[in-house]
């Protein structure tokens, strides 16, 4: 006669072990948010969240997918922002490092060195300007609106040695430094070599190619974590993330992402 209480008994027990090993390997789902309208770093087209931090925190999730399922979720900058500081979130990408923001921390290894930098027009760059703002007395100077200037264009500005022309993105600005509307852009530089080599494939008639006149400041950027987000995986996902970047970045993965992009 077959016992099946026993037999019930031995996959009763088969099948609690089963629910345990499963909880012990269980892999840990993890939301990063991201600035949704930050080209070419991160943002949203055709409902797709691309950019080149996307890149590298996708080859990143890729490698971390024994313990974390990763999820980059796209979200307007200060909407990121409030997640943080209200623990919302895990992670944001990319602030630079702000004291301001005491409710950011730690932060991550670097992802990139975003660098503001000036590039103007032919006729400006005939004399050859590279001290700033010495050499750019008197130039309009084409930005974007809301865009955080560095420290010393604003100083050269209320000094009242060079005028802000403010513009809504980097394409207006462009243009507008392609028919020398202005004299020079300042932009990140990513940011601008992007905006036109997609300017220069879609459109016919714009033809600029970007000469960099000066450099006024340059920032790392970084996977920054909410002090106020409680997890207890948390720890474990930081060390494994800064690993996985570090060794990204010894091996040039993250370069060669970053040359795809510019190049």
Partial sequence: MINFAKNLGSASCVAILFCLASQAYAVEKVELYGDSAYPPYSFVEDGQFKGLYIDILQAAAKRLLADYAIELIPVPWKRGLAYMESGRGLALFP???KKERDYIAPYSVPL???TVVVFCNEEVMQSHPKRFPEDFIGRIMGV???FL????LTQAAKAGQIEIDPAPNNDS?????????IDCYVSDR??????AKQLRSKDGNFTLELQEAAILSGENTYLGYSRHYQAPYKQDFIKKMDATLTDMKSKGEIDKIIKAYFN
């Fill in 190 to 195: 990513g940011a601008a070599l992007y905006s």
């Fill in 149 to 152: 200037l560095s420290e010393r």
């Fill in 112 to 114: 990139f060195r975003e």
């Fill in 144 to 146: 974007n609106a809301g």
């Fill in 95 to 97: 602030p630079g490092l």
């Fill in 173 to 181: 600005n462009l243009k507008k430094l392609a028919i020398k509307r």
